[in-house]
């Protein structure tokens, strides 16, 4: 009988820690789509035109236009671990004049790392994180 039980307290711990417990994976791919139909412009999944820290993102980079022209880079990162390390990333390769203000143009949630090019109005802003899909 103990057996059973120890049986069953070790199953429960293995199904518990795999559960969803944790953050959608957001995808450059699955994200893209709804950017485009919320107005965004120039939506672009290519390496080549997603920037440089972006192009090496696990789970793609993303750039686009939101209405009114504000560019949006998103990288989306392995987990939310690796999106820590990717905003360190973005830090220490900013120009040092854009270093200051980096927090009102950076973004993140989950694994997804946002990058505008100047400060997002709470409906550009609100609009992309809504957009995040995995």
Same mark, same amino acid.
């Given at each position: 009988?103990? *057996? ?15 559960? #969803? #417990?944790?953050?959608? $994976? ?12 919320? #107005?965004? $412009?120039?939506?672009?999944?290519? @390496? ?5 820290? @972006? ?19 998103? +990288?989306?990162? +392995?987990?939310?671990?690796? @999106?820590?390390?990717?905003?360190? +990333?973005? *830090?220490?390769?900013?120009? @040092?004049?854009? *270093? ?27 609009? +992309?994180? #809504?957009?995040?899909?995995?």
């Amino acid at each position: 009988m103990l *057996r059973v039980i120890v049986l069953a307290a070790i199953c429960a711990i293995v199904v518990a820690g795999c559960g #969803g #417990g944790g953050s959608p $994976t957001y995808t450059a791919a699955a994200t893209a789509p709804c950017l485009q139909d919320n #107005g965004f $412009t120039s939506v672009t999944t290519k @390496a080549a035109k997603v920037g440089f820290i @972006a192009s090496f993102a696990t789970h793609g980079g993303l750039f686009a236009n939101a209405p009114g022209g504000n560019g949006l880079t998103i +990288a989306f990162a +392995a987990d939310e671990t690796d @999106a820590a390390s990717t905003e360190s +990333a973005y *830090r220490k390769h900013a120009p @040092a004049s854009l *270093r200051p203000h980096l927090n009102d143009v950076m973004e993140s949630q989950g694994n997804a790392v946002l990058v505008w090019t100047v400060s997002p109005s709470a409906h550009q802003l609100s609009t +992309a994180l #809504g957009c995040l899909r995995s």
